[in-house]
């Protein structure tokens, strides 16, 4: 979907909590966008296939392939201002790209700050694309924290972005390769913001909440360092994956096992993606975890459904990453009830989060922790040291579905 990694030591799996008193907080909102039967799957998998194909092309030296766009069906939308007096822009959050960009619903204001580099810049998402011209201006992000001349692209053509402005890009600063025309990387907001001094450590963390609401602001990112009141225990990180393509990204190596003895998929590379709304997992690991559920597949949504008894007997989802084990209860593997009529669903069935990555395991990107993964731990994206870190939450075994 499109809307909304950190080097440790291999014998220190969590880190002490650090709150630092100049953090800086940007609440976001969560909105679905449902435009036809199976869309979340549908487009969470062009999104896959996007990022794969990026990656794959940017490590090749080849030219980027645009490819078809599937409208985004779960965001995460911030206000971000742009300009002085700043516009306020309703904008995707995304560790999946790392490009900022406006223009796609509201239209660009220029102002005394607005300057044009005259470059094109382009990015395919796979759940959309956007090209147009570079300009570099004055970003707000949150209350009172603003980076000049942040490189920003201004959309003149997009698609696959209905009812949002754009996106805040916040994943490495190398997926901007190529994206600009005669520019080799564009730094990032979070790298700006290191670079002026505005926040004491190049780390943003996010914090995601469960909601049964069609829009809710339920989530938060920090810019900067942790905030303790969002998670309990600590953090665990694991070092950003050396198996590329999933290298490029915010990318992890992981084990999925259902149950107490189920292998679901054995530890390969993968990604944590806040722009995908399913946990996704390799073709023959989703054919293994149907099977362990009995789960059928509906034609509406494009989920998995199970009976009453099913779900009564489903078991939770145990995921493995440098040694340490986050297990995904069995109400966190449900789509909310309260909203399966928003996807195409029937009220109250039984729907499944986890579902097919749409290729088989080995090749390099075999599984995404997206917003439904994300929603019950806090994650933590450390561009200083190359890791990702996670921790449980007080709605980790929240009943909430």
């Given at each position: 979907m499109l809307l909304l990694p950190l080097a440790l030591a291999a014998v220190a799996a969590a880190t002490p909590v650090v709150v630092r008193d100049n953090l800086v907080s940007l609440k976001f909102a969560k909105h679905i966008n449902i435009t036809g039967p199976q869309h979340i799957v549908l487009a969470d998998q062009a999104r896959a296939r996007a990022l794969r194909e990026r990656a794959q092309a940017k490590l090749e030296g080849r030219a980027i392939v645009n490819t078809p766009a599937t409208n985004a069906a779960v965001?995460?939308?911030?206000?971000?201002?742009v300009g002085s007096p700043a516009t306020q822009y309703s904008l995707i959050i995304d560790t999946g790209s790392s490009n900022t960009w406006v223009g796609a619903g509201r239209a660009f204001v220029r102002t005394s700050t607005s300057t044009s580099t005259g470059r094109r810049v382009a990015v395919t998402y796979g759940s959309g694309s956007f090209s147009g011209t570079e300009?570099?201006?004055?970003?707000?992000?949150?209350?009172?924290?603003?980076?000049?001349?942040?490189?920003?692209?201004?959309?003149?053509?997009?698609?696959?972005?209905?009812?949002?402005?754009?996106?805040?890009?916040?994943?490495?600063v190398d997926l901007t390769a190529g994206t600009v025309a005669n520019t080799a990387t564009v730094p990032t907001v979070t790298d700006n913001l290191f670079r002026l001094g505005l926040i004491s450590a190049n780390e943003i963390a996010v914090s995601f909440e469960p909601t049964t609401s069609l829009s809710i602001t339920n989530g938060e990112l920090t810019w900067g360092g942790t905030d303790s009141s969002k998670f309990t225990g600590t953090i665990s990180f694991t070092p950003v994956t050396r198996t590329s393509p999933a290298s490029e990204f915010w990318g992890i190596d992981q084990s999925v096992r259902y149950g107490t003895s189920t292998n679901?998929?054995?530890?390969?590379?993968?990604?944590?993606?806040?722009?995908?709304?399913?946990?996704?997992?390799?073709?023959?690991?989703?054919?293994?975890?149907?099977?362990?559920?009995?789960?059928?597949?509906?034609?509406?949504?494009?989920?998995?459904?199970?009976?009453?008894?099913?779900?009564?007997?489903?078991?939770s989802l145990f995921f493995t990453t440098n040694g340490v084990t986050f297990e995904l209860t069995p109400n966190a593997q449900l789509w909310p009830r309260a909203l399966n009529t928003a996807i195409g669903g029937v009220a109250g069935?039984?729907?499944?989060?986890?579902?097919?990555?749409?290729?088989?395991?080995?090749?390099?990107?075999?599984?995404?922790?997206?917003?439904?993964?994300?929603?019950?731990?806090?994650?933590?994206?450390?561009?200083?040291?190359?890791?990702?870190?996670?921790?449980?939450?007080?709605?980790?075994?929240?009943?909430?579905?």
């Open positions: 965001s995460y939308l911030a206000n971000v201002g300009f570099t201006d004055t970003v707000t992000l949150g209350t009172g924290l603003t980076i000049s001349g942040q490189s920003i692209g201004v959309a003149s053509t997009s698609t696959g972005f209905s009812g949002v402005d754009g996106i805040v890009g916040i994943g490495p679901i998929l054995s530890s390969t590379a993968g990604i944590v993606d806040t722009g995908t709304t399913l946990v996704l997992l390799a073709t023959n690991a989703f054919s293994a975890y149907q099977r362990a559920t009995g789960g059928v597949l509906d034609n509406n949504t494009g989920l998995l459904r199970l009976t009453s008894a099913q779900f009564n007997n489903l078991q069935d039984f729907y499944l989060i986890v579902n097919d990555l749409g290729t088989p395991s080995g090749q390099g990107l075999d599984f995404i922790n997206g917003q439904t993964f994300l929603e019950r731990f806090y994650s933590v994206f450390d561009t200083a040291n190359k890791r990702v870190g996670f921790a449980t939450t007080s709605f980790t075994g929240a009943t909430t579905n």
